[in-house]
């Protein structure tokens, strides 16, 4: 991971700084919050490189659980420790969970409306759109990668094919080339032989 001097790598000021931050990172975050986490964490509050956002993000995906939870959880225990990984998942979740429950109701009342399917499958297609151009966004950060751009772009399009042309299940994916990945990784990092 590369290291900034302090004033380029500000981290969070306190607990409560750490809680309101990821209250506004959640209720930003419908459909899609990969383009916002990235945005918030590594360009406006620069807690984070855009190296280690990659790094901390992959380790996210592949832990049980939505993977901005684990990610808070991560960054909350990096800077505080139990206390900022249990804050920082209360301010993933607590006044989401309250919306949530409100929009509930709501929908139920109205789900039979043409309307309201209308609007969901609207923003399905924005959520997508906002991921690949993160996914776009974050391309340049590869090139300091120990496998190599070539080899990242190559399980990129693997996990592409695998997972939405031939429908294989996402477990499957992440165990073999994932697998595969992390072991030409280690191969990569080890020190030379003398």
């Given at each position: 991971?590369?290291?900034?001097?302090?004033?380029?790598?500000?981290?969070?000021?306190?607990?409560?700084?750490?809680?309101?931050?990821f209250?506004?990172?959640?209720?930003?975050?419908?459909?899609?919050?990969?383009?916002?986490?990235?945005?918030?964490l590594?360009?406006?509050?620069?807690?984070?490189?855009?190296?280690?956002?990659?790094?901390?993000?992959?380790?996210?995906?592949?832990?049980?659980?939505?993977?901005?939870?684990?990610?808070?959880?991560?960054?909350g225990?990096?800077?505080f420790?139990?206390?900022?990984?249990?804050?920082?998942?209360?301010?993933?979740?607590?006044?989401?969970?309250?919306?949530?429950?409100?929009?509930?109701?709501?929908?139920?009342?109205?789900?039979?409306?043409?309307?309201?399917?209308?609007?969901l499958?609207?923003?399905?297609?924005?959520?997508?759109?906002?991921?690949?151009?993160?996914?776009?966004?974050?391309?340049?950060?590869?090139?300091?990668?120990?496998?190599?751009?070539?080899?990242?772009?190559?399980?990129?399009?693997?996990?592409?094919?695998?997972v939405?042309?031939?429908?294989?299940p996402?477990?499957?994916?992440?165990?073999?080339?994932?697998?595969?990945?992390?072991?030409?990784?280690?191969?990569?990092?080890?020190p030379?032989?003398?």
């Amino acid at each position: 991971m590369s290291s900034l001097p302090a004033e380029d790598h500000p981290q969070p000021k306190s607990l409560t700084d750490l809680f309101v931050s990821f209250t506004l990172l959640a209720l930003q975050g419908f459909g899609g919050v990969l383009a916002i986490v990235q945005r918030e964490l590594v360009e406006k509050k620069r807690w984070m490189t855009r190296e280690e956002f990659i790094e901390d993000w992959a380790v996210a995906q592949i832990m049980p659980g939505p993977n901005v939870i684990n990610l808070s959880l991560m960054i909350g225990s990096r800077y505080f420790g139990l206390k900022g990984a249990m804050v920082a998942l209360a301010g993933m979740l607590t006044v989401p969970l309250v919306l949530v429950l409100l929009l509930g109701v709501f929908y139920a009342h109205f789900a039979s409306h043409p309307g309201a399917a209308g609007a969901l499958r609207g923003m399905g297609a924005v959520a997508a759109g906002l991921i690949a151009a993160t996914g776009l966004k974050l391309f340049g950060a590869l090139k300091s990668n120990v496998l190599g751009i070539r080899t990242c772009v190559a399980f990129g399009a693997a996990c592409f094919v695998a997972v939405a042309l031939l429908r294989w299940p996402l477990a499957y994916v992440l165990l073999g080339l994932g697998g595969l990945a992390c072991l030409l990784a280690y191969r990569g990092l080890r020190p030379a032989a003398p």
